[in-house]
């Protein structure tokens, strides 16, 4: 084989490689793509039977453990419009009234239904969907900086 | 007085590391002997100065100096003292402190042991890896300096996030670090090759070790945060997709293949400017997943607080390393000299498939993991890019790779035979035929049909590098004795990869088995109930108060019985940290090396009198960590290879040795 027709193999094989590539990302991203709304946009958004995330804040005194035990039922707030959310299962370790979360699920005749609640790992953290939700709503305060004035009074 | 010696000693280190960089490029390009020589000691001053910049830290967090805002923000007085000496790289400027330790530790690594590299060579990879240090060192004294004051000193700090505080993450970031910074030696080689304008077997040959050891830690390093993952987030999952796994995922696979595409060029001379460019991209991505994880641009586990400034630092960073070398690439690399030819089916156009797979699964990763950003940036709407995406274009992209890779082993270099190699293999294809048989008996109807695929692949993996293995030594074809001298006799590269290959097939073993066939059970339990999952039965005998040393924990205990017979006593705990006012849950698991028992203790339900309970069984999980520590092993056999230490630096006898070589070579 010359050089130049292995060239061109390699040159094959690497655009056969790419494309395949973006061929199998462009199929996926149909339909696992899994875009994020605020309670305010889910006012105006058809969301039909598709999966998708919400955030806010869990609405202070709305967290209700069932009867069964281990469904939760609770409200996300962006403070202008709020969401019923339910979950079964165990929720992450810093899920708390009044805190940023993130739930991926489906509605369900009016209410959320969550498939998954998203752990954060450090309370400071406010995922940036969140943040940006709710400084949209005009209601965020920056919790790095609320951190680092703690830090400054001690 | 100590952290303003660390500082001091820091900012020296960042001169040092000015004129390691600066007057070797000259004199190499002026071919000055001495302004050469000057980058050697600089590469040792600046690794001493560094490690005493880490030490004065490490110190200031052993002895709680609260006067140092990085301890008062990240440790406790009643911390253990593990996580105190951990929790110096649990924190970002800590961790960016250990970077910079280790990409000293490498270039000076370079300094003491490449005594035998041309000189004009070691003086310009020396003086990369110096830029590359003159760049971090800007990066922490400007944006994340550790050694910040605080006036008045608090009485007692914030204590670490107490998810970190945890003997498998302890070590973690140290072994995912020593990869993605031992990546930047092939880094700094390849540009000082673009540079020289030459690339040759002996180039391969200096930097195939530093890319096995970059890859054996990394491989650790990922295999200990899945491990973490599983067991202390209490969720039984071993990898999520999360965008800062990926982070670490894309150099490993990059990295893979370069391991793989350096091998052609040591032994065939060809696939030159192909390999440079990989150890470009290689190092590229791991910068990448260092501003991914420190920007806190995309949602994830690991995002920590956000700040804008340093995200842009390492931006700036990465566009002038990446942009800078690619440039320097695209003049130098149409000047390469083509090396050896070799027909499509042969040991060269193997490793090109691995390559091209490997290239294929790391752009796939790439757009999955950046898609959201890019969107975000567009202003299109805000998404997250999930496992099912993964799932999608991932896995068909690794099963042909995982297919390929026991043939390519049996394949000679040149030209080779398809079917005769596949002839060989007929013991691993009957291995094949047998697990998947099984599983569809034992399973009844074996579950999804990805469950069986799964199996087949592992066994495939598995059984087919051994058989390339036993048929190197000749087992069975000839007396035993005569096959252990054999093996004895086999280079340590062929061992290492037999290791790496056959732990792979574990590691798809144990994925395949808990993503199929876990079993879990999540119900509110009070003391005395019991719950019975994949034929366990699990009761629960209530739950104590421990007091731990910077916590205080609520400690389920529930007795695991089977057909009536004690298996163990699991005692999960909650725990909450006063300090960070945060609750972890420590997961008890019982292991057969077959399956794991896994319990976790959730909230206490309204009335407070029983709890929420997690049960999972999860099947052949061990082998996922089993293998991937298998997998470090194999990389690091390969390492004491005796052609690395010996022979290998001598330029002028490869160039002998290179030429008109037909015999087959003695294989990787």
Same mark, same amino acid.
């Given at each position: 084989?010359?050089?130049?027709?292995?060239?061109?193999?390699?040159?094959?094989?690497?655009?056969?490689?790419?494309?395949?590539?973006?061929?199998?990302?462009?199929?996926?991203?149909?339909?696992?793509?899994?875009?994020?709304?605020?309670?305010?946009?889910?006012?105006?958004?058809?969301?039909?039977?598709?999966?998708?995330?919400?955030?806010?804040?869990?609405?202070?005194?709305?967290?209700?453990?069932?009867?069964?035990?281990?469904?939760t039922a609770f409200r996300v707030t962006d403070t202008a419009h709020t969401v019923d959310v339910r979950y079964r299962g165990q929720l992450p370790d810093l899920f708390r009234e009044g805190q940023g979360v993130v739930a991926e699920g489906r509605m369900t005749g009016g209410v959320f239904v969550a498939r998954e609640v998203l752990a954060k790992h450090d309370e400071n953290y406010m995922p940036p969907e969140v943040s940006e939700a709710l400084k949209q709503a005009g209601v965020y305060k920056n919790p790095a900086e609320s951190a680092t004035k703690t830090a400054k009074k001690e | 007085m100590i952290p303003e010696l660390g500082h001091y000693a820091l900012v020296l280190a960042l001169f040092v590391a000015l004129v390691q960089s600066v007057p070797p490029l000259v004199g190499a390009a002026t071919r000055n002997a001495a302004w050469m020589n000057v980058a050697v000691p600089a590469a040792i001053a600046q690794m001493l100065l560094v490690l005493l910049a880490y030490a004065a830290l490490t110190w200031a967090h052993v002895v709680s100096d609260f006067s140092v805002l990085?301890?008062?923000?990240?440790?406790?007085?009643?911390?253990?003292?593990?996580?105190?000496?951990?929790?110096?790289?649990?924190?970002?400027e800590g961790s960016m402190m250990l970077w910079i330790v280790m990409l000293t530790i490498f270039g000076a690594a370079v300094a003491l042991f490449g005594r035998n590299l041309p000189p004009t060579l070691k003086a310009r990879v020396l003086a990369v890896q110096g830029l590359i240090g003159v760049g971090f060192l800007l990066f922490i004294l400007i944006t994340s300096n550790p050694f910040i004051r605080v006036v008045p000193a608090p009485i007692d700090g914030?204590?670490?996030?107490?998810?970190?505080?945890?003997?498998?993450?302890?070590?973690?970031?140290?072994?995912? %670090?020593?990869?993605?910074?031992?990546? +930047?030696?092939?880094?700094?080689?390849?540009?000082?090759?673009?540079?020289?304008?030459?690339?040759?077997?002996?180039?391969?040959?200096?930097?195939?070790?530093?890319?096995?050891?970059?890859?054996?830690?990394?491989?650790?390093?990922?295999?200990?945060?899945?491990?973490?993952?599983? %067991?202390?987030?209490?969720?039984?999952?071993?990898?999520?997709?999360?965008?800062?796994?990926?982070?670490?995922?894309?150099?490993? @696979?990059?990295?893979?293949?370069?391991?793989?595409?350096?091998?052609?060029?040591?032994?065939?001379?060809?696939?030159?400017?192909?390999?440079?460019?990989?150890?470009?991209?290689?190092?590229? @991505?791991?910068?990448m997943g260092t501003f991914l994880v420190r920007s806190g641009i995309l949602t994830s586990v690991h995002a920590f607080a956000v700040?804008?400034? =340093?995200?842009?630092?390492?931006?700036?960073?990465?566009?002038?390393?990446?942009?800078?070398?690619?440039? @320097? %690439?695209?003049?130098?690399?149409?000047?390469?000299?083509?090396?050896?030819?070799?027909?499509?089916?042969?040991?060269?156009?193997?490793?090109?498939?691995?390559?091209?797979?490997?290239?294929?699964?790391?752009?796939?990763?790439?757009?999955?993991?950046?898609?959201?950003?890019? @969107?975000?940036?567009?202003?299109?709407?805000?998404?997250?890019?999930?496992?099912?995406?993964?799932?999608?274009?991932?896995?068909?992209?690794?099963?042909?790779?995982?297919?390929?890779?026991?043939?390519?082993?049996?394949?000679?270099?040149?030209?080779?035979?398809?079917?005769?190699?596949?002839?060989?293999?007929?013991?691993?294809?009957?291995?094949?035929?047998?697990?998947?048989?099984?599983t569809a008996y034992v399973k009844a109807g074996g579950g999804p049909l990805l469950a069986l695929v799964g199996i087949g692949l592992a066994a495939w993996a598995f059984v087919g590098s051994l058989v390339e293995f036993a048929d190197r030594i000749a087992l069975f074809r000839t007396s035993f004795r005569n096959s252990w001298n054999r093996a004895v006799h086999l280079?340590?590269?062929?061992?290492?990869?037999?290791?790496?290959?056959?732990?792979?097939?574990?590691?798809?073993?144990?994925?395949?088995?808990?993503?199929?066939?876990?079993?879990?059970?999540? +119900?509110?339990?009070?003391?005395?109930?019991?719950?019975?999952?994949?034929?366990?039965?699990?009761?629960?005998?209530?739950?104590?108060?421990?007091?731990?040393?910077?916590?205080?924990?609520? =400690?389920?205990?529930?007795?695991?019985?089977?057909?009536?017979?004690?298996?163990?006593?699991?005692?999960?705990?909650?725990?909450?940290?006063?300090?960070?006012?945060?609750?972890?849950?420590?997961?008890?698991?019982?292991?057969t090396v077959f399956s794991d028992l896994y319990v976790a203790l959730g909230d206490p339900t309204q009335n407070g009198t029983a709890w929420i309970v997690r049960i999972y069984h999860h099947p052949l999980v061990p082998w996922i960590w089993i293998g991937g520590v298998g997998m470090m092993l194999g990389g690091l056999v390969s390492l004491t290879d005796r052609r690395f230490r010996i022979g290998a630096p001598e330029r002028r006898r490869m160039a002998g040795k290179t030429g008109g070589k037909s015999a087959p070579l003695p294989a990787e």
């Open positions: 084989m010359t050089r130049k027709k292995r060239r061109l193999y390699m040159l094959g094989l690497a655009l056969l490689g790419l494309g395949s590539a973006t061929a199998l990302a462009l199929t996926a991203f149909q339909d696992n793509i899994v875009f994020f709304y605020s309670p305010s946009q889910l006012q105006t958004q058809q969301v039909g039977d598709r999966n998708f995330r919400l955030g806010g804040l869990v609405e202070e005194g709305s967290v209700q453990k069932q009867p069964d035990g281990v469904t | 990085n301890v008062v923000q990240n440790s406790h007085s009643a911390k253990p003292m593990l996580y105190k000496v951990s929790g110096v790289w649990g924190n970002h914030n204590d670490l996030n107490p998810l970190l505080q945890d003997p498998g993450l302890a070590f973690h970031p140290p072994f995912l %670090y020593a990869g993605y910074v031992g990546f +930047s030696m092939a880094f700094s080689f390849a540009v000082a090759a673009l540079i020289e304008g030459r690339v040759d077997p002996a180039w391969a040959r200096w930097v195939r070790p530093w890319t096995l050891a970059a890859w054996s830690t990394l491989t650790m390093g990922i295999a200990m945060g899945s491990w973490w993952a599983y %067991y202390e987030l209490g969720w039984g999952g071993w990898w999520y997709w999360d965008p800062v796994e990926n982070a670490s995922f894309m150099p490993w @696979l990059a990295g893979t293949a370069l391991l793989h595409s350096a091998i052609v060029v040591e032994k065939r001379d060809a696939l030159k400017s192909w390999t440079i460019l990989l150890a470009i991209v290689t190092f590229s @991505l791991s910068l700040d804008p400034k =340093r995200g842009i630092f390492i931006l700036v960073l990465l566009a002038i390393a990446t942009g800078g070398s690619l440039l @320097l %690439y695209s003049l130098r690399a149409p000047t390469l000299k083509a090396g050896g030819l070799f027909a499509p089916i042969s040991r060269e156009g193997a490793l090109v498939l691995n390559n091209l797979l490997l290239s294929t699964a790391t752009a796939t990763v790439f757009i999955g993991t950046l898609y959201p950003l890019f @969107l975000d940036i567009m202003k299109l709407g805000k998404v997250s890019v999930g496992a099912p995406f993964f799932n999608a274009t991932f896995l068909p992209v690794a099963i042909p790779m995982v297919v390929a890779m026991v043939v390519g082993p049996f394949l000679s270099w040149k030209r080779a035979d398809l079917g005769a190699a596949l002839t060989r293999l007929w013991v691993a294809g009957v291995a094949v035929v047998i697990a998947v048989a099984v280079p340590r590269s062929a061992w290492g990869m037999t290791i790496a290959h056959a732990c792979l097939g574990l590691s798809i073993l144990g994925m395949t088995g808990t993503s199929a066939w876990q079993t879990e059970s999540i +119900s509110a339990m009070k003391p005395g109930d019991r719950a019975s999952v994949a034929g366990y039965e699990f009761q629960f005998d209530g739950v104590g108060l421990v007091d731990g040393p910077n916590f205080k924990a609520e =400690r389920g205990v529930f007795t695991v019985t089977k057909d009536g017979q004690r298996v163990a006593t699991l005692e999960p705990e909650r725990r909450s940290y006063s300090t960070t006012r945060m609750t972890t849950t420590e997961s008890a698991i019982h292991t």
